[in-house]
């Protein structure tokens, strides 16, 4: 059993990306630039751009954060949106969801330029991913195919089994991995709450990605020998074992399963590095115009 | 085994478009209008286009045909394009593939207003399919499930297998059976050239939706008693049997798989007849802006 180290991954990615934006300094090119949009005071939210922020120093980019209170309207943040979508200064740029309630997070989604949609939730990138087309691949499905991709894990012609079928995980992920393409060519199950008999699929995978967001899910007796298993799941579950009062748990019974497995992603230290990392990678790309070319 | 007729399918809906037509005229709306651009005299984009353009007659739309000589220029298509979506006139329009080759078809597609785009092969429409959005979706896999909803085949927690991942079937008609709805809620495995022992997952399948372009392909051992089997091939095979020298193969071995079958799909009089009436469903919604609203 060999663990896939998504630590490690991002951040030798991290590296990569630092000495590619030297590159683009040096021969008088333009720092990438992400802003990112916060809403109220959501405790993950809050982490989750923290981090952003933090990791585009780490690798050089500029980043501007703005926030708002949780009482502004749909109609402020849509133009502020707009107005992002103008400055030729910001490369790309996110709005942290979810939103509260009174504000429509697809039209918000929707209003963003796509050429500048590094999260990859607009309907365009997510078409022309269905379509293959060169685009921003959102950051969970990006960072999982780069994770099989640095293992040198092979793909073509296996049968992967796809546990969930969200718009960020489970649809995207599937997509990308019918492609004619490495990673990618693979036969693709989906499952989901309405499959009968799921064990029956995970038992006849060769390569597992768990999406359901319900921890320990996967049993040892579900996976067969030499399967790889990639878990996505993070569910914040209480626990006395930290100071924060709280683990993170993945859609992965670990301790049975992964002594089955050829590859395995842990959680923590799994897919959970290399998102913020994929977010960086979309960055650089939008920065360097380097799918949709000058805006 | 029971026969789905995709014929008689067609003719019913083309009655209900003709009848809501009459509604719309009757309380003062406008006549739904549709435009098709043909570049060149390939035969077979001749015969779609002609019978196109007589459905809309025999429902009751304004048609209109432009015609391209096969040497027209990608900017002067791309001209005729921006007009069509500006003219207000204009509901929706196609532009029938495929295109000469030194025109971009994807370029083409991308140029259109996806409010527009009836045929929906614009990204903003794939895009929004797999979000499970409302939007213009594609004739052929509107048209199978169309078939599955008036046959009434249950389909939730049913094992789709769809054979093929073109752009034009295989991917949307997955995307659209894993969907949370109705029909839908099926576990979808799409399997292609690069699958292994692609007979393994058509014997396990409930449904089997064939569209891999293959004649005859899906033989009598490879399917299940009880399955629902589509037949999307439209293979042209030359036949010494018909006038025209030419005969329409399926991917389906009809005499060896229907008497397995619950329900099974002929060709032709199946899926065929359906694609064009999706096509003028999608020009009434488009006619109605029952989509994307006033443009």
Chains 1, 2 share one sequence.
Do not use: W
């Amino acid at each position: 059993m060999k663990l896939i180290d998504g630590k490690a991954v991002a951040a030798q990615i991290k590296l990569e990306i630092a000495e590619e934006v030297k590159q683009i300094l040096a021969s008088g090119g333009k720092r990438p630039h992400l802003a990112a949009i916060l809403v109220g005071h959501d405790g993950g939210s809050e982490t989750y751009v923290a981090s952003k922020v933090k990791t585009c120093e780490e690798v050089g980019f500029q980043s501007t954060l703005i926030r708002y209170e949780e009482d502004v309207t749909e109609d402020e943040l849509l133009g502020k949106v707009c107005e992002l979508n103008e400055n030729p200064g910001i490369d790309g740029f996110i709005v942290q969801l979810p939103l509260p309630k009174h504000i429509s997070e697809q039209k918000v989604i929707e209003t963003i330029d796509y050429r500048k949609d590094v999260d990859g939730f607009h309907p365009v990138n997510v078409g022309r991913m269905s379509i293959g087309l060169p685009c921003f691949v959102s950051a969970t499905p990006a960072g999982i195919l780069e994770l099989l991709k640095r293992y040198d894990i092979e793909t073509s012609g296996k049968h992967c089994v796809v546990l969930g079928r969200s718009n960020i995980v489970g649809k995207p992920v599937a997509n990308l991995l019918m492609q004619k393409a490495y990673p990618g060519d693979c036969t693709v199950t989906v499952c989901h709450s309405r499959t009968k008999d799921i064990k029956k699929y995970c038992l006849e995978a060769d390569i597992i990605i768990a999406a359901l967001g319900s921890p320990e899910f996967l049993k040892g007796d579900m996976v067969r020998e030499g399967a790889v298993v990639i878990d996505v799941g993070t569910t914040r579950v209480s626990s006395t074992e930290t100071k924060s009062g709280f683990k993170l748990k993945g859609d992965v019974k670990f301790d049975e399963v992964a002594p089955k497995c050829s590859y395995i992603t842990p959680v923590p230290g799994g897919v959970g590095p290399m998102t913020i990392i994929s977010l960086m990678r979309n960055t650089l790309l939008a920065g360097k115009k380097g799918i949709y070319g000058y805006l």
